[in-house]
């Protein structure tokens, strides 16, 4: 009986024993990243393929970041949720479960596209109603570049796109200008044609001071720190577009190969022509119609005017009938004027100055937007030239003052792009 009693007790401990080891024992259990999140965006899990992708905001920095992660219950990660880590190229995150017995491994790949960046550069000191007013004479304003900023800096910029102002002096003396995808660069002078059109480097006054548009102290330092900065950016393949007399600076940063190439037919006063209001300023795309430079436009028809054909100032806008374009009648192109075909003074023009023609008067004798596409290290240039370039028409604001806008707003995308597909 007493070995019996031995035999139950041995039994017993021995079941208590083996109980107690099976309760220390974890099952497995899952394994896996239920959410992944980088400041408000959700990532998108492939479960199958074992990724995680999320694209993130334009510009995001992605060398260190923290995520936040949902894994299985009573699993781990590494690296650990809230971790911060460098996500500039991929990175394999390792999911063990509560057991320690299984493990899952994700591939986290994240992107920011970048930030698309443009500067507009003009007359006023700053971008501000009291900076532009100051450069407003008994003779002259400069609504057209104040019009044209503020569209730049309000309506360009977004959540893809920053942009930045800065005055002629600030360009001057900028550190580096190589961030910007592309330059605009704006200056309807505020002055008589002839004398703006000599941007950036009037012989007698200054173009660049922002206290006056105009002033008769001279300022070549001030010009040619100036023109060294655009060249610099131009010449390692920065992209610009040069509106009204800016233009006119072609020549001293490379784009053409002689002073003579550049814009040939400066003219025009500073106020508005009252004799220009009753007439629509028509033009013709003279490239190609299938160009994301086209895209948008809203067409009219004339029956003088080779389509196609729109209307860049609408009749009954303001104008002020002045200009700073490429004439085919004169110039190194035309020998003999318009005695020489048309044809044969395009095809002098294309070869002496290497521009493609974008918009040309009805008669097809003006260049009134010009490109000159990259060569080498260069960048692409894009310049609108013309009277109907007018960026302060008044009312009414109709089909004309769309197309300005739009031709801008699609030149300024595709000098950005061109940037960007470059890296």
């Known amino acids: 009986m007493k070995k019996n009693l031995i035999w139950v007790i041995l039994i017993l401990a021995t079941v208590s024993l083996f109980s107690s080891c099976k309760k220390d024992e974890v099952s497995p259990g899952e394994a896996s990243i239920i959410s992944f999140k980088i400041g408000d965006v959700t990532a998108t899990i492939d479960e199958t393929a074992k990724t995680i992708t999320a694209d993130l905001a334009p510009g995001t920095a992605l060398n260190a970041l923290q995520p936040v992660i949902v894994i299985s219950t009573g699993a781990t990660v590494v690296p650990a949720s809230g971790a911060t880590v460098d996500f500039t190229n991929p990175v394999t995150f390792t999911v063990t479960d509560q057991s320690g017995t299984v493990t899952k491994q994700y591939t ?142 072609v020549d001293e940063i490379g784009a053409v190969s002689k002073a003579e190439y550049a814009p040939n037919n400066a003219w025009g006063g500073p106020t508005v022509d009252d004799g220009a209001t009753n007439s629509a300023w028509m033009v013709r ?102 009277g109907t370039y007018d960026w302060y028409v008044g009312d009414p604001v109709t089909a004309g003052d769309r197309n300005i806008k739009t031709l801008t707003r699609n030149s300024l995308n595709y000098l950005v792009d061109l940037a960007l597909a470059k890296k």
């Open 108 to 249: 986290v790949t994240l992107s920011s596209a970048e930030l698309r960046k443009i500067a507009f550069i003009g007359a006023a000191a700053q971008n501000t109603d009291a900076s532009w007013t100051a450069l407003s004479g008994t003779d002259y304003d400069l609504m057209d570049d104040k019009t044209a900023a503020n569209w730049c800096v309000n309506e360009m910029a977004s959540s893809t796109t920053e942009v930045t102002y800065m005055s002629f002096e600030q360009a001057a003396a900028a550190t580096d200008l190589s961030k910007y995808h592309a330059i605009w660069i704006q200056f309807d002078g505020g002055w008589w044609g002839g004398e703006v059109a000599q941007f950036p480097k009037n012989a007698n006054n200054c173009l660049l001071r922002g206290d006056q548009p105009v002033n008769n102290t001279l300022c070549g330092d001030l010009a040619d720190s100036f023109i060294a900065k655009i060249k610099t950016y131009y010449e390692a393949g920065g992209n610009l577009f040069l509106g009204n007399y800016a233009g006119s600076i």
């Open 285 to 386: 795309w003279a490239g190609d119609p299938t160009s994301p430079l086209f895209e948008g436009i809203s067409l009219s028809t004339d029956p003088g005017i080779q389509a196609p054909a729109f209307i860049m100032v609408e009749s009954g806008a303001l104008k002020k009938n002045r200009s700073n374009q490429y004439s085919l009648n004169f110039g190194p192109w035309a020998p003999n004027g318009d005695a020489d075909p048309l044809a044969t003074r395009k095809a002098n023009f294309a070869s002496m100055t290497g521009a493609k023609m974008l918009i040309e008067n009805g008669g097809q004798n003006e260049g009134q937007m010009v490109m000159w596409e990259a060569t080498g290290t260069k960048g692409t240039v894009i310049a609108a030239l013309g």
